[in-house]
């Protein structure tokens, strides 16, 4: 796949066409922006560009924060560094914790600001462990508490309750994500916490037009595609590619990172029977599993693994899951969207019982009340977070257009999303 930084100003205008329908009112073609103009974009750049409005600016760098994540993250993304990630951003915040609680017990600024980082480590690492090789080779299901906890640490900072109760209720949450981050890094084997991920490249065929590539994704609200499932005896079943919570990267050839749900099918429409994906994967290693986790919080045991193949059985597909719920072929938050199959019967509508669409015109949507420990409930409290602290802007500030100045004013944020 081409690096992001290489792209000429087409393929830029071809990944910003993809973006949210809020944000295609925008001359994209008339920027001429190269791949590595369009990774340095800030909100003065954009302001130079004639985005003002601060929630469309937010949609268009929360893409490009993505494309970042992908460039950089390769060949340097394992579970030891997204845990001493957390680890760090953890000990950071609870530093903070008894300056910044002021005499009423509102947080100050400055740890709202290492409040959302934490979160948004903390929904990375959730989001690496929910990969096969640790959610089905080996058992790391006890380190899902940290989504729990970090729930309950934005509810804390927000609570009306005497400081001193506070703080130690804030503190208390942070010394227990702390100790599972010492725990997956002192009990973990080298190997595991040294993987890096990959691109792996993807091809699914149909074997006659009618059959469904049988596919099943989730997406999340910050537009992050995965692989939740395969339908029993079909293209994808069968490619031993293809690996459960596996990150869809590019769609016949067309980089949909940070794309939201309906660009993505548009993608995926292009030609239901032939699909040429990139992945983002954990390969999973040649050596024999390992032992799980070994931490206090941990009562489950390593999965019963009968075979050596990368390939789970129809059971382990669907125990396999990013939003915990009773029905694990359903994520459970409706935000999320619940998964589709890429199975198309010639009218074009899905054909598979086993998913459901996520569009209003669809014959049925599976809608679940939300738990807590999911990747994309944590990705929820990081937004909460920001609105209640709207200075805090995570994007780097690298001035493309200095000579522009703000004429106009910053507009009114974007809710929509």
Not at 3 to 12: D, F, I, N, R, Y
Not at 40 to 55: D, F, M, T, Y
Not at 180 to 204: G, H, M, R, T
Not at 291 to 303: A, R, T
Request: net charge negative; with cysteine.
């Amino acid at each position: 796949m081409e690096p992001v930084a290489s792209w000429g100003p087409g393929t830029v205008v071809a990944w910003l066409r993809g973006l949210d329908d809020l944000v295609q009112e925008y001359p994209f073609e008339d920027w001429v922006l190269t791949g590595s103009y369009l990774l340095q974009l800030c909100p003065r750049s954009l302001e130079a560009l004639g985005v003002w409005h601060v929630g469309h600016q937010e949609l268009i760098l929360d893409g490009v924060e993505q494309l970042r994540t992908l460039s950089s993250g390769l060949e340097t993304e394992n579970l030891r560094k997204l845990t001493e990630q957390l680890r760090t951003l953890t000990h950071k915040f609870c530093s903070l914790v008894p300056a910044c609680l002021g005499a009423s017990g509102e947080p100050a600024p400055d740890l709202l600001t290492k409040a959302i980082e934490l979160v948004r480590a903390a929904w990375a690492l959730l989001c690496w462990l929910n990969r096969y090789l640790f959610s089905q080779v080996n058992d790391f299901s006890a380190c899902q508490e940290i989504g729990d906890l970090c729930r309950e640490l934005a509810q804390a900072l927000q609570e009306d309750y005497p400081v001193a109760k506070k703080e130690a209720q804030i503190l208390r949450l942070g010394d227990n994500i702390l100790s599972i981050c010492d725990a997956i890094l002192n009990f973990s084997p080298d190997d595991l916490l040294d993987q890096l991920a990959v691109l792996e490249p993807v091809e699914l065929r149909a074997r006659h037009p009618e059959e469904p590539l049988g596919l099943e994704i989730l997406t999340t609200s910050s537009c992050h595609h995965f692989v939740s499932g395969t339908t029993p005896e079909s293209p994808a079943e069968s490619c031993s590619q293809i690996l459960l919570g596996d990150e869809i990267v590019q769609v016949n050839g067309q980089v949909v990172v940070g794309w939201p749900r309906a660009s993505l099918d548009r993608q995926l429409l292009q030609d239901p029977a032939w699909l040429r994906l990139v992945l983002k994967t954990v390969p999973v290693p040649k050596t024999a599993p390992q032992s799980p986790l070994d931490i206090s919080c941990s009562q489950s045991q390593s999965p019963d693994l009968a075979s050596s193949s990368p390939r789970t059985s129809e059971d382990k597909a669907t125990a396999f899951v990013f939003d915990q719920s009773p029905d694990p072929k359903f994520p459970s938050s409706p935000e999320a969207g619940p998964t589709i199959p890429l199975a198309w019967g010639s009218d074009g509508a899905p054909n598979s019982p086993s998913a459901a669409d996520p569009y209003p015109a669809a014959p049925s949507v599976t809608e679940e009340t939300e738990t807590h420990r999911s990747p994309e409930s944590l990705d929820k409290v990081s937004r909460e977070l920001r609105r209640k602290s709207p200075q805090v802007w995570p994007f780097p500030e690298v001035d493309m257009y200095p000579e522009v100045e703000n004429e106009d004013g910053e507009g009114a944020r974007d809710e929509a999303r």
